[in-house]
């Protein structure tokens, strides 16, 4: 088992009024499991639609569909996966009393429509909701494997790692391949990317690149012990850019390592960007904007000096000041220039956190 599809249902996904994030989300748990993802579809709440779709899976050997189980009358993926299969809809008595237990429990009115969610396919394995009420379903059809789950993501995610994980590391063979990650600051895209494919050259191996500025993130799908001496070489080549190696978010790791229960910031210079980064990276740890940090607070100071851009970082153990100016001729009065700066702010502070930790211990 190792191409998979990932087919989306919901009018409201293809009208653009929600974002597809289950697709990025999913896909990205898949790669990290030696599945390629191959495709994304999405489609309307419409039978017909929804049918075509799956007839396109015939050279897939794991397919994911997304949303469509609620009780409503546009909830039509149970019906299409079991035409699909050839199977009729059978009716859960378990899951209809488990269903009518819980709702009496939470003291909420149990409609007749709710019925809707205990049919699956003849055949099908249930796959139980952590967090809802719709539950999920399993088959196989020939040598194509199916997961069906609900299109809420805090749904879909916790029935991943509940109950699609452990089935598919019990039924995917063993590869020795992975994918490897860099995320690079410091270097356009196309330099990058030279580096990189002079270091693979005349080997059989995919590598990928995305751009976004000012980061270049690259990665590898190899083997780590086969393909060692490759290895060496990317890391050798790519090690004056390489901030990370799983994609990580370095406005995450900050606040993750920031050593006070308040972290300030003064941003003299990009109106409000590196505090709003900082807030959209980790809500739950909210940093507090300061409007003038000439007194010697703890926290993260961003200003211009010119051409230069400044950054502060007064930890503790001492101020880490670092000065810079903008690759690639950015313009710190510009927006894509600003938004840089945060991110090479963000980076000196996470030097300056790994450096502390790495001294304490």
């Not at 909701?129 to 059809?141: E, I, M, R, S």
């Not at 019990?170 to 196309?190: D, K, M």
Request: proline residues 6%; contains cysteine.
């Amino acid at each position: 088992m190792r191409k998979a599809r990932l087919i989306t249902i919901g009018t409201e996904i293809t009208s653009g009024e929600v974002v597809n994030v289950n697709a990025s989300w999913v896909s990205l748990k898949l790669e990290d499991m030696g599945m390629r993802v191959f495709s994304h579809l999405s489609v309307r709440d419409q039978r017909d639609e929804i049918l075509r779709a799956l007839k396109t899976c015939g050279a897939d050997d794991l397919i994911v569909v997304t949303g469509g189980l609620g009780p409503t009358s546009d909830d039509l993926t149970r019906e299409c996966l079991a035409l699909h299969l050839n199977q009729v809809l059978e009716f859960d008595e378990k899951v209809w009393r488990d269903l009518s237990a819980l709702y009496a429990q939470r003291q909420l009115p149990l409609r007749e429509a709710h019925k809707h969610q205990c049919y699956f396919p003849s055949g099908s394995e249930r796959l139980r909701n952590p967090v809802g009420t719709a539950l999920g379903f399993a088959a196989q059809f020939g040598d194509q494997r199916y997961f069906v789950l609900p299109g809420p993501p805090r749904e879909l995610e916790a029935m991943w790692m509940a109950e699609v994980v452990p089935r598919l590391r019990s039924e995917l063979p063993v590869s020795s391949r992975q994918w490897l990650r860099w995320t690079c600051l410091g270097a356009p895209e196309s330099e990058v990317a030279e580096l990189v494919e002079a270091t693979i050259k005349g080997l059989d191996l995919e590598v990928g690149y995305r751009a976004q500025v000012p980061y270049v993130k690259v990665k590898v799908y190899l083997d780590p012990h086969k393909d060692r001496a490759v290895v060496e070489g990317l890391e050798k080549v790519l090690a004056p850019f390489v901030v990370g190696r799983a994609f990580e978010d370095l406005a995450e790791e900050l606040l993750q390592r920031w050593p006070l229960p308040d972290l300030h910031v003064c941003d003299a210079l990009t109106e409000r960007v590196l505090f709003e980064r900082l807030l959209k990276a980790a809500p739950n740890r909210s940093p507090r904007l300061a409007l003038d940090l000439s007194a010697p607070v703890h926290g993260l100071v961003l200003r211009a000096d010119g051409e230069e851009f400044v950054t502060e970082v007064r930890l503790p153990s001492g101020v880490h000041l670092e000065r810079k100016i903008l690759p690639y001729k950015l313009k710190l009065d510009s927006e894509r220039g600003r938004r840089s700066a945060v991110e090479w702010a963000v980076w000196s502070a996470v030097r300056a956190l790994r450096s502390q930790s790495s001294t304490s211990t």
